[in-house]
């Protein structure tokens, strides 16, 4: 038998030791290496551009080679040190699940194709589903939170107008709007785009002043459009803003949906996590009455990126909006991804998270989350003591805040703080004031790193005022 070419082939111990010899120093370099890019961009593209894809060179000398430019040329986003964002490190359990995903390489859009991938990642999206006390529904795994949410707009038209289906939005007499915090998670924008519904069917629906949405003006915006000849189908919550951590007030809003008779979505793409909390779920209040929820895996759950999850109160929505027939494919057991989702080929992302259960489990996660919360609650309390002005008042671990002392700009604040490179966090607009942000959300934060942070912003606020 004719044997593959040597350099396509699995060469035995050396390639595993070698990768596994990688990713140690990879995890390592999360502890305490800087944190902003070592190499200017012009230098990064240099290095790139300087490799010859002509001459193929040995996987140990390849591994080394793409590791060095990732580790001067990136910033170090999955650091111990890096503040700012909701893409934490990833866990070694969900690391290890995705390599071996990535070797077997399953076909999981239908179940006869891999019977054993897909039971177990459909046995997480049902455990997902009960503690969102959808018993009935049905949940899957996304690309990330962006397709979880456009996945539950599609499941919204499908309510609003049954012509939807053969249709599309021209089964609408009256131009569909679906409304949204201002402080949301602006990929709706783009969501309305590739719907075809277009970017003003978007309301943005301003805040009540502390980040969080304004439902008295909901719920005028919504008779004010219905008034003028729009038809309201849906209106999305936010549980924990990308910008300050806020939750909108999701009973409120599930009130005005049922009262309007439309679809009650709750975009919970990091803060979901806690689902695995029982003694945080009170911070969710509500959540377990929305007609779909989308959680991000790959944010606050430690697992690589993207690993989004859509659940749906009625899987009915979903199989109406993507079933499709054709001869190609096993006629299946009419639940398979490819008739059910709106991916076709499908990676086995829930081998990521079905893997941090098994190993951390949710005692695991709940310990991590007491880590976090109280490194929150540290950075609170010292922030003020070193001149720091807290803005937004966020049950989870999401703190803004800016120099009230010097009237210094957070941007200029956030760029000499990455300048020195030991640690990084962002900068964001809040309620009309630009603030710097910080989350403790990676497993590896300690209160050393949180006193580290505190010191280099001092440190960098001293530089600007000399």
């Known amino acids: ?38 190499w200017s961009l012009e230098e990064t593209k240099r290095h790139i551009a300087a490799i010859d894809f002509s001459r193929p060179i040995p996987l140990d000398q390849a591994l080394r080679e793409a590791e060095n430019l990732m580790e001067n040329g990136d910033l170090r986003s999955a650091s111990a040190r890096c503040f700012g964002y909701f893409n934490p490190t990833s866990a070694w359990p969900a690391v290890a699940g995705d390599i071996l995903a990535s070797v077997r390489n399953p076909q999981i859009c239908v179940t006869s194709h891999a019977p054993a991938s897909v039971t177990m990642e459909r046995t997480i999206s049902d455990m997902i589903c009960r503690k969102l006390q959808m018993q009935n529904g049905t949940a899957h795994f996304t690309s990330g939170g962006s397709e979880a949410n456009e996945t539950a707009l599609l499941a919204a038209l499908c309510r609003a107008s049954s012509d939807y289906i053969e249709h599309g939005v021209r089964a609408f007499d009256l131009p569909p709007a679906l409304y949204v915090s201002a402080d949301s998670h602006l990929a709706w924008i783009k969501i309305a785009k590739a719907t075809g519904l277009g970017a003003a069917a978007v309301r943005l629906v301003p805040t009540s002043g502390d980040g969080r949405m304004d439902t008295h003006k909901l719920a005028t915006m ?48 990091w803060a979901e996590a806690l689902i695995f909390d029982k003694t945080r779920l009170d ?40 079933s499709v027939q054709t001869s190609y494919m096993p006629e299946g057991d009419g639940h398979d991804f490819y008739i059910t989702t709106n991916q076709w080929s499908r990676r086995f992302l829930g081998l990521r998270l079905w893997m941090m259960l098994r190993v951390v489990g949710e005692a695991g996660y709940k310990q991590m989350f007491d880590q976090h919360f109280a490194l929150a609650k540290y950075v609170r309390e010292h922030l003020p003591e070193n001149g720091w002005t807290i803005r937004n008042a966020s049950t989870l671990p999401v703190i803004v805040f800016d120099d009230d002392r010097y009237g210094l700009d957070s941007q200029t604040i956030a760029d000499e703080v990455e300048r020195r490179g030991q640690v990084w966090l962002g900068c964001v607009d809040f309620e009309r004031r630009s603030v710097l942000r910080l989350c403790t959300t990676s497993f590896l934060s300690t209160q050393a790193d949180v006193e580290l942070l505190i010191s280099e912003l001092s440190a960098a606020r001293d530089t600007l005022i000399k």
């Not at 595993?16 to 305490?32: D, P, S, V």
């Not at 944010?299 to 659940?311: D, E, H, Q, R, Y």
């Open 283 to 322: 911070l969710l209040a509500g959540i377990e009455h929305a007609d779909s929820v989308t959680i991000d895996a790959h944010k606050w759950l430690s697992v690589p990126m993207g690993a989004g999850i859509i659940a749906l109160r009625d899987p009915s929505y979903a199989a109406n909006v993507f």
């Open 222 to 269: 919504i008779a004010d459009d219905k008034q003028s000849g729009f038809h309201p189908f849906m209106i999305a919550a936010t549980c924990g803003t990308t910008g300050a951590g806020m939750i909108d007030p999701m009973q409120a809003c599930l009130d005005i949906a049922m009262h309007e008779n439309i679809h009650f979505h709750v975009d919970a793409a």
């Open 1 to 38: 038998m004719q044997k593959p070419p040597a350099k396509f082939s699995y060469s035995g111990k050396k390639d595993i030791g070698e990768l596994i010899a990688q990713i140690g120093n990879a995890y390592a370099g999360m502890l305490n290496r800087p944190v902003a890019p070592v």
